[in-house]
């Protein structure tokens, strides 16, 4: 099918994606409100196959060193998918599904499957990556650009992590755990018993993201926007806690977003 942009609707709200924009969610509007940031960078992309950023650019694979492009110098950073173009493989009035080939610069051959749910107070992504050849490490995540402000109200984030990976000055997790400390932030926090963050724009709306995965990065360092990043893993992951993803095991990941109105 193609890769043109999709529509998808339930009550009051809407979700456009972009299959041929990296899969992304290019918007989400309640009510004719507008909570993601709009641009071609932004909405909410998939980070697949890996999150956040890898230490130089290089990752192990048993005794194989990869290398990835620097994208983010001296890192390579939030996977290769958002860079590509997706295929519609179905689509409906309130769910779509698309899809991606794992090319290079990506080493190994995959396939990526997203699944977009929409009802009339919450969406449902959910994400796997599998193989029918090499067995490689990967990891799944989402980055949503929420609006800061809307309609004059700055969004308020609460969540209670256990603890917050300690951020070196490369910005990637020292491998110490450290107590969650105040913000601003752009750190990866860990929530054992799943993903759970509210973001409460006063007198307008509440938005939990919540996931069964265990680490969420939180970036909030911009005017415009803040980040919720439900992933299958802290940044530089492949390298410090790899998911293997296998011929007999994919990876698989779930994030919902749930509204109600104030």
Known sequence: MSNEPITLTAGDAEVRLQPGNGGRIAGLRIAGTELLRQGDRFGCFPMV????????????????????????????????????????ARVGSDEAVMTYDLVEPWPY????????????????????????????P???????????????????????????????????????RVAPRPGPWDDCFGMPDGVDVTLTWPGR???????????????????????????????NGLNTLPRLVTPLEPLEATTTWRWRRL
Do not use: K
């Open 205 to 235: 709306l509440e938005l939990t993201v919540a996931s069964p995965e265990r680490w969420v990065v939180v970036y909030d360092e911009q005017e415009a926007a803040v980040c919720v990043e439900p992933q299958t893993g802290p940044p």
């Open 49 to 88: 196959p890996w999150c956040g950023r890898i230490r130089d650019g290089r990752f192990l694979n048993g005794a194989t060193t990869h290398q990835m492009p620097l994208n983010s110098p001296p890192h390579a950073i939030h996977g290769t998918a958002r860079d590509g173009a997706w295929h519609t």
């Open 138 to 176: 990967a990891q799944i995540g989402w980055h949503p650009w929420f609006h800061r402000n809307l309609d004059g109200a700055d969004v308020r984030l609460d969540f209670s992590p256990a603890w917050q990976e300690e951020r070196g000055a490369d910005h990637l997790p020292t491998g110490n």
């Open 109 to 136: 051959s995959g396939r990526v499957t997203q699944i977009v749910a929409l009802t009339e107070d919450a969406l449902t992504l959910t994400m796997s990556v599998e193989t029918y050849d090499s067995s490689f």
